[in-house]
């Protein structure tokens, strides 16, 4: 009965590779996130989504993109990883309230990248 | 560009003890605080919002906002091992409509 989850929880690959993270959330929330935590614990946005709108956060290299399916599902596809990539990379949802985000976001589990 | 500032800690507190967790912010127009808490290799868990000056409290938990002073608070009443964690202070805003994060106090309740 989870509310939000991602898959895989772990992932390890190597440089130049593309991979692809899901994520899913059954709370019947409207915008959907991913943060990315790096090694010194820094948890930083990278995306929000709702069924109208992507906003990027412009510090993000355009080799992330992420990918809504239906309004469950975001999922994170990154091309030609790098060392720096590797990072634990949550997603998160949260309700809209007369169109605009409640900001209390509900956190999946995680998914740790480690990029050789 | 928003910033949120914490004390990393650690925060060594007494069992039993209050344990006050402190952040600052520096987007004068915010309008809504947020407290998580994140045991180590898991997610962030949503503890406290606040959203008006003053104190609200839920259980042995406190917020409380300062919005002149651009600070907010946690206050943890009653201590308890289990409350040892990050705790984050978070403001929406910061560059794709979602929370700012500060880095987090590290809070260690001492049995």
């Known amino acids: 009965d989870t509310a939000v989850s991602q898959t895989p929880k772990y992932l390890v690959t190597q440089m130049g590779n593309d991979k692809s993270i899901k994520c899913e959330q059954n709370?019947?929330?409207?915008?959907m996130y991913w943060y990315k935590q790096d090694s010194k614990k820094f948890l930083k946005i990278m995306f929000s989504y709702n069924n109208k709108e992507l906003i990027i956060n412009e510090t993000v290299p355009n080799r992330f993109s992420p990918k809504s399916p239906d309004k469950a599902h975001l999922n994170l596809h990154i091309n030609s990883l790098e060392l720096g990539d590797s990072a634990v990379y949550f997603c998160?949802?949260?309700?809209?309230?007369?169109?605009?985000?409640?900001?209390?976001?509900?956190f999946g589990p995680g998914t740790r990248l480690t990029v050789t | 560009q928003k910033e949120v500032e914490q004390n990393s800690g650690p925060l060594s507190v007494p069992e039993g003890a209050i344990a006050s967790l402190n952040c600052t912010y520096s987007d004068r127009g915010s309008q809504s605080f947020f407290w998580y808490r994140q045991y180590s290799g898991k997610s962030p868990e949503l503890i406290m919002f606040?959203?008006?000056?003053g104190d609200k409290e839920d259980g042995r938990f406190t917020a409380q906002l300062n919005k002149a002073s651009q600070y907010v608070s946690l206050l943890i009443r009653d201590s308890q091992p289990s409350d040892s964690a990050t705790y984050l202070c978070?403001?929406?805003?910061?560059?794709?409509?979602?929370?700012?994060f500060g880095k987090g106090t590290h809070l260690i309740i001492q049995p």
């Open positions: 998160a949802s949260s309700q809209d309230l007369s169109g605009a985000p409640t900001y209390e976001q509900y």
């Open positions: 606040i959203y008006s000056n």
């Open positions: 978070a403001v929406p805003g910061g560059g794709a409509d979602g929370l700012t």
């Open positions: 709370l019947g929330h409207d915008t």
